[in-house]
C-alpha cells in the first residue's frame, strides 16, 4: 500500500496581502485555531490532500518582515527556523509589490525552500502591471504561481508548485541581496569569527544570515550567541558603519534590500497604464472626510449593535426556550418535589450557569460576523483612523473603541474583540476597562432598582448618569493604567490603510466561526467549572430538615440560601459593606452576582423570600408593573434612593463577571491579568461607593 | 511641513532603533518617495509610499525628516 507523503507548509506574507483567503482557500474548513504557547497570537493550522501527498498548513501571522521588534515577527521567524516547514510560502500582495517583496528577501536570506504566491494578480492586471514572471523568478530564484486567493484561482499551480519544491534537493542560492562593499566587508568579517567560534549556530542558521542579523542589532540572535568575539566584531563592525553612513546599520541594511528589490522590479514589471485614482481612493475621500467620517462611522457602529443585539435577540430567544424546555426535562426525571442534589446540580448549576452563558452566542456569532466583515472590507482601519483624535487624548489608539463600544452589549464578545488591537499594552489597558462598559446584564438590575427609587421624571436621566460613570471612570482608568502599570512611549502609530476589498461570504463565515467555537469551548471548561463551584456555594451546606417544617416554599429558599457558604459569606462581609449603606442581604445578592450579574436580582429576591418569577424584571412592561411590584416594594421600604443609587454604582464597577473573568485570563493568557481586574475593580467599586454614599449621608442629613 | 497632495523624498527618521525598522520594513527607507495624502491637523497623516497608504501618528509623522 502507498502511504500519503506528508509535507508541511508555512505560509508568510504581509497583512492585507490575502494570506487568509490563500490558507482558506488551500484547506477549506480544515482549520484550527490556537495559540502559540506562551504568547497571545493567534495560531492557525489547517490540512488538505493532493495528489498523494497530504499538506500540512501553518498560517503565520501577517508581518512586514522577520525583525524581532514584535512578538508576531519573532513567531513567524522562530517557526520557519524551528519547526523547519517543507515549504514556505510567501503570499504576495502583486498589486503593491516592492513592500511586499521586502519580506521575500528575508525568507530568501533564511536560504528556505520558498514559493512566491503572486494574489490578488486580477488586482494587479485592472491597475495595469506586466510581470514577467519569469525573469522575475530567476532573479529572486523561488517560483511564482499568480493567484486570485477569493476566487479560488490559482490554487492547482500553487499546489503542484509546493509539491516541487519540497524535494529535498533544494541547493544553495547563487543570487543574494547584495549589501555594497562596506557592508560586505563587514559581513564577511562577522561570517569569518562566526565559523570559528560557533559552529553549532552557523550550522543552524546559515553564517551569512547570522552576520546580518547581527549586524542589525538583532536583540533575539544576539541573546543566542555565546562568544565575546563575535559579539566585538560585531561592534566594531557597527561602530564602522554608523562612522560612514551616519545612520544605524539595519536602516542602511534595508535600504539596500529595497535598492535589490527595485533593481528586480525594473526589469520585470512594466505599467501600461498611469491609475491616479482608484477606487479605494475615492471611497477613502468620503469616509476619512475631516467632517462626514465621523458620521458615517457612527452609523455603521450603530448597525453592528443593533445587529449584535437586536437581531441577537430571536436566537437568543429560542436558546433561553430550549434550556429552560432543557432545564424542565431533566427536572422531570426526578419525582415532583424531589430534593435530589444530582438534579439541582444538573438543573441549576450546570444548565442554569453554562446555558446562562450558551445564549449569548447568537450575539457573539453576529458580532464576529459584523466584525469579519469590517476588517476583510478593509474598513477596520479606516475605523481606527477616525476616532484616533479622540482616543488619542486619552492614551489609545482609534481602534480601541471597537470592542470597547460592543462592551456595552456584553463584556465577552469585547473582549475576544480586542484582538484586533496588535500593540499588548493597549489591548491589555482596554480589556482590564471593558467591564466599566455597562453591558446587558446589569441594564436588569438597573430596571429593578430605579423604578423602586425613583420618580418617574428621574428614570432616565438616573440610568444616564450611571452609564455615563462607567464611561468617566473607564476614562480615568485608562489614564492611570497607561501612566503606570502599562507606561511606555505611546506606542507608535503606524497602520497601513489597505485597499478595500470585496468581502466573500466563505471567508467572513470561517472567521466567524473560528472566534465562535473558541466561546463555545470556554463555556463548555471555565465557565461550567465556575458555575459548579457556585452552585455549590449558594446549595451547601443545607439546613436540617426540621428547621424548615411549617415554612412556604419561598421561606424553604431563603432559609436555604442564609444557611449556604455564600450566605454566611453575605453576613461574614455585612460589616465591611455597612460603610457603603448595604446589609447582608444585598452582600449576598453581590456575591451571587459574581455568576452573571442578572443573577442579583433573583438572589435578592430569594433573600426578601419573594418568588422569583414574580420578582424578575421582565422587559414587558406590564408583567414588571404587576409581578415586579412586591420585590421592589420591600426594597423600598427597606432603603433609601441613595442605597439604591449605591447599588447600582457597585454593580457597575464591581467584580466582572465568571465569565468575563475566565475570558480574560484566556485573553490575556494568564491568572495574574483576570484576578487584578477582578480586585482592581472591586476595590474601585467600594472606593467609588463609600464616597458616594458618605458624601450622600452627609448632604441627605 | 508637508501638505495634502505633496510628494517629497524622505531624508532621515529619527526616532528609535525598533520604530525605524519597523518602519522600514513598511517602505519608509531614505530615499523612498511619500505623498501625503490627508494631512488634516489634529488628526493623524495618511501617507502614500511604495503603493500602500499608511497611516501615521502626529507625534511620529514629526520625526520623519523630508527634502
Keep these: 500500500m502507498d502511504t500519503a507523503k506528508k509535507i508541511t507548509v508555512a505560509l508568510a506574507g504581509n ?187 552557523a550550522d543552524k542558521y546559515g ?54 528589490i527595485s533593481g528586480a522590479c525594473q526589469e520585470t514589471i512594466r505599467s501600461t497604464v498611469e491609475l491616479r485614482h482608484s477606487a479605494s481612493d475615492m471611497i477613502d475621500a468620503l469616509v476619512t472626510h475631516r467632517a462626514l467620517g465621523l458620521p458615517i462611522f457612527l452609523i455603521l457602529m450603530y448597525l453592528v449593535f443593533f445587529l449584535t443585539f437586536k437581531i441577537g435577540e430571536y436566537p437568543m430567544g429560542w436558546l433561553e426556550q430550549f434550556f429552560g424546555w432543557l432545564a424542565g426535562a431533566v427536572a422531570n426525571l426526578w419525582p415532583a418535589g424531589s430534593d435530589s442534589s444530582l438534579k439541582s446540580l444538573l438543573v441549576d448549576g450546570v ?74 499594552r493597549n489591548r491589555f489597558t482596554t480589556i482590564m476597562v471593558i467591564p466599566l462598559m455597562s453591558c446587558g446584564a446589569r441594564f436588569t438590575i438597573y430596571m429593578l432598582i430605579v423604578p423602586a427609587f425613583f420618580p418617574a421624571k428621574w428614570r432616565g436621566p438616573v440610568l444616564w448618569l450611571v452609564y455615563l460613570i462607567g464611561i468617566v471612570l473607564a476614562i480615568i482608568c485608562i489614564k492611570v493604567l497607561r501612566l503606570t502599570i502599562f507606561r511606555g512611549e505611546t506606542t507608535p502609530f503606524v497602520m497601513e490603510l489597505p485597499p478595500y476589498h470585496r468581502p466573500t461570504l466563505k471567508s467572513v463565515c470561517i472567521h466567524m466561526w473560528q472566534r465562535g467555537w473558541m466561546y463555545l469551548r470556554k463555556a463548555g471548561t471555565i465557565i461550567l467549572g465556575i458555575s459548579i463551584i457556585l452552585w455549590a456555594a449558594m446549595s451547601y451546606p443545607k439546613p436540617s430538615q426540621g428547621s424548615l417544617s411549617g415554612l412556604n416554599p419561598e421561606q424553604v429558599r431563603r432559609m436555604r440560601l442564609e444557611h449556604s457558604v455564600i450566605g454566611r459569606l453575605g453576613r461574614g462581609i455585612e460589616p465591611a459593606l455597612r460603610p457603603l449603606g448595604f446589609d447582608w442581604k444585598i452582600g449576598t445578592a453581590l456575591i ?98 463609600l464616597i458616594v454614599y458618605q458624601l450622600g449621608s452627609v448632604i441627605a442629613g | 511641513m508637508v501638505r495634502s497632495g505633496e510628494t517629497v523624498k524622505l531624508a532621515r527618521i529619527e526616532a528609535g532603533r525598533g520604530l525605524k525598522s519597523r518602519l522600514a520594513s513598511m517602505g519608509l527607507v531614505t530615499d523612498s518617495e511619500i505623498t501625503v495624502v490627508n494631512n488634516s491637523h489634529p488628526g493623524p497623516f495618511v501617507i502614500s509610499v511604495k503603493d500602500s497608504k499608511v497611516m501615521l501618528g502626529r507625534g511620529m509623522a514629526q520625526k520623519i525628516m523630508v527634502m
Design chain 1, 15 to 201: 497583512p492585507n496581502s490575502g494570506k487568509t483567503t490563500i490558507f482558506n482557500m488551500l484547506t477549506g474548513t480544515h482549520q484550527h485555531v490556537g495559540n502559540y504557547p506562551g504568547v497571545t497570537v493567534e495560531k492557525k493550522e489547517g490540512c488538505c490532500k493532493y495528489k498523494n501527498y497530504e499538506i500540512t498548513v501553518a498560517d503565520l501571522p501577517g508581518t512586514y518582515s522577520l525583525t524581532a521588534y514584535s512578538v508576531e515577527e519573532l513567531v513567524a521567524r522562530n517557526f520557519i527556523i524551528e519547526e523547519q516547514p517543507d515549504v514556505v510560502v510567501d503570499i504576495v500582495d502583486s498589486s503593491n509589490i516592492e513592500r511586499n517583496l521586502y519580506l521575500a528577501t528575508q525568507l530568501i536570506e533564511l536560504n528556505v525552500p520558498l514559493v512566491l504566491a503572486f494574489n490578488m494578480s486580477d488586482v494587479a492586471r485592472q491597475r495595469g502591471l506586466l510581470f514577467d514572471i519569469e525573469q522575475l523568478s530567476r532573479l529572486l530564484e523561488a517560483p511564482i504561481v499568480p493567484t486570485v486567493g477569493n476566487k479560488g484561482k490559482g490554487k492547482t499551480e500553487l499546489l503542484d508548485t509546493i509539491i516541487e519544491t519540497a524535494r529535498p534537493d533544494a541547493g544553495q542560492r547563487t543570487h543574494r541581496v547584495s549589501y555594497g562593499q562596506e557592508i560586505e566587508e563587514e559581513l564577511a568579517a562577522i561570517e569569518a569569527v562566526i565559523a570559528e567560534q560557533e559552529r553549532k549556530l
Design chain 1, 207 to 260: 553564517r551569512r544570515w547570522l552576520a546580518v542579523k547581527l549586524l542589525e542589532q538583532d536583540g533575539d540572535i544576539a541573546a543566542k550567541v555565546h562568544s565575546q568575539q563575535v559579539l566585538d566584531t560585531v561592534e566594531t563592525s557597527s561602530e564602522h558603519l554608523r562612522s560612514i553612513f551616519g545612520d544605524e546599520p539595519e536602516i542602511v541594511i534595508a535600504g539596500r534590500r529595497y535598492g535589490f
Design chain 1, 351 to 424: 444548565i442554569g450557569g453554562v446555558g446562562g452563558v450558551l445564549v449569548f452566542l447568537p450575539n457573539i456569532l453576529l458580532l464576529f460576523f459584523a466584525i469579519a466583515l469590517l476588517e476583510d472590507s478593509g474598513y477596520m482601519a479606516r475605523a481606527a483612523f477616525i476616532m484616533d483624535r479622540i482616543m488619542h487624548k486619552i492614551g489609545l489608539h482609534g481602534k480601541s473603541f471597537i470592542p470597547m463600544l460592543i462592551g456595552f452589549g456584553c463584556s465577552v464578545p469585547a473582549i475576544m474583540g480586542t484582538r484586533i488591537l496588535e500593540n499588548r
Design chain 1, 592 to 689: 451571587g452576582a459574581t455568576a452573571a450579574k442578572e443573577v442579583f436580582v433573583s438572589q435578592l429576591a430569594i433573600v426578601y423570600a419573594v418568588g422569583s418569577r414574580e420578582a424578575e424584571p421582565v422587559a414587558s412592561s406590564d408583567e414588571a408593573a404587576t409581578g415586579g411590584q412586591t420585590l421592589r416594594q420591600k426594597l423600598r421600604a427597606n432603603y433609601t434612593p441613595l442605597t439604591g443609587f449605591c447599588i447600582m454604582l457597585f454593580c457597575l464597577i464591581a467584580t466582572p463577571c465568571a465569565a468575563t473573568i475566565a475570558m480574560t485570563r484566556q485573553e490575556t493568557n494568564s491568572w495574574r491579568w483576570a484576578l487584578f481586574q477582578f480586585f482592581g475593580l472591586t476595590a474601585l467599586a467600594y472606593l467609588v461607593t
